[in-house]
T-cell receptor
Framework: EPEVTQTPSHQVTQMGQEVILRCVPI?????FYWYRQILGQKVEFLVS????????KSEIFDDQFSVERPDGSNFTLKIRSTKLEDSAMYFC??????????????FGEGSWLTVV | RKEVEQDPGPFNVPEGATVAFNCTYS??????FFWYRQDCRKEPKLLMS???SGNEDGRFTAQLNRASQYISLLIRDSKLSDSATYLC????????????FGQGTELSVKP
């Protein structure tokens, strides 16, 4: 069964450093997403991406964050100047169509980011 | 009011028990509804979509009441493997295509 893959599975970084989290969405999917989950809290939407541009972002997704699809397969989340409160599990997801139309979105296993 | 609100839990039940989870959502324009399951430190996985007429998948039954903005999940004959956190999720066109998650309700099934 096709799956969304994410790397790294766990990264520890020092406060103020830049981090890039990588994702390979399912190959025929058109919509890509990043979500995050702070330990003990709910899963929160960060950003959706379609047709090589951001289609929606949440208030969490400020200038510290950026996304990119540098080639035909990878989808990356860059976090600049990391803060302690950026420590969370970051989930990449993809779907063949827009999630709001009831289509299933598929999540990767997540990248656990620890900022120290 | 939270966008999606769930029973706080945790629910501790014996094997074979029937357990029900409740969820309410605040946006009356929400169009799609789901139950996801999340194991500890793992990704959310779709358990089932929820349709207006209600739907069943084996031991799992989901109900939707649009008038009350209420969603439920019933698990019959619970198994040890059902132990997980159950997430109520909604989305809709005026919510930009994003999934909005509830806090989740933890279920622990004991032998």
């Amino acid at each position: 069964e096709p799956e969304v893959t994410q790397t790294p599975s766990h990264q520890v970084t020092q406060m103020g450093q830049e981090v890039i989290l990588r994702c390979v969405p399912i190959s025929n999917h058109l919509y890509f997403y990043w979500y995050r989950q702070i330990l003990g809290q709910k899963v929160e939407f960060l950003v959706s991406f379609y047709n090589n541009e951001i289609s929606e972002k949440s208030e969490i997704f400020d200038d510290q964050f950026s996304v990119e699809r540098p080639d035909g397969s990878n989808f990356t989340l860059k976090i600049r100047s990391t803060k302690l409160e950026d420590s969370a599990m970051y989930f990449c997801a993809s779907s063949p169509h827009r999630a709001s139309s009831g289509n299933t979105i598929y999540f990767g296993e997540g990248s656990w980011l620890t900022v120290v | 009011r939270k966008e999606v609100e769930q029973d706080p839990g945790p629910f501790n039940v014996p094997e074979g028990a029937t357990v029900a989870f409740n969820c309410t959502y605040s946006n009356s324009a929400s169009q799609s509804f789901f139950w996801y399951r999340q194991d500890c430190r793992k990704e959310p996985k779709l358990l089932m979509s929820v349709y207006s007429s209600g739907n069943e998948d084996g031991r799992f039954t989901a109900q939707l009441n649009r008038a009350s903005q209420y969603i439920s999940l019933l698990i019959r004959d619970s198994k040890l493997s059902d132990s997980a956190t159950y997430l109520c999720v909604v989305t809709g066109y005026n919510q930009g295509g994003k999934l909005i998650f509830g806090q989740g309700t933890e279920l622990s099934v004991k032998p």
